[in-house]
Nanobody, 124 residues
Framework: QVQLVESGGGLVQAGGSLRLSCTTS????????MGWFRQSPGKEREFVAA????????DYADSVKGRCTISRDNARNTVYLQMGSLKSEDTAVYYC?????????????????WGQGTQVTVST
């Protein structure tokens, strides 16, 4: 089992920046790819960004490309999501997710473990 705990959410003004962190713990066997998703009220959970298990390959949703960067520090068992030029439409609960396997995926169904989420609110 893998446990994930997100932190770093909060209230930020439009145009501002925020860095989310996700710390993992527990026993894993083999490589683990990581992803960030978000969900707004009344909407489905949507893909934001994902990293392969080395951190050498990343994928981003078009809505955040150029504004967000995913990175990971495997020595610290932590993955980050640096977000900039935030917009009101970025307001959501952000979830960290882990999947068994080396490659990143976009579908939430491909992920095996989830954090509890952290709220990001962008004010205008």
């Amino acid at each position: 089992q893998v446990q994930l705990v997100e932190s770093g959410g909060g209230l930020v003004q439009a145009g501002g920046s925020l860095r989310l962190s996700c710390t993992t713990s527990g026993r894993t066997f083999g490589p683990i790819a990581m992803g960030w998703f978000r969900q707004s009220p009344g909407k489905e959970r949507e893909f934001v960004a994902a990293s392969d298990w080395t951190g050498g390959s990343a994928d981003y949703a078009d809505s955040v490309k150029g504004r967000c960067t995913i990175s990971r520090d495997n020595a610290r068992n932590t993955v980050y999501l640096q977000m900039g030029s935030l917009k009101s439409e970025d307001t959501a609960v952000y979830y960290c997710a882990a999947r068994r396997g080396p490659y990143h995926k976009r579908s939430p169904l491909d992920y095996d473990f989830w954090g509890q989420g952290t709220q990001v609110t962008v004010s205008t």
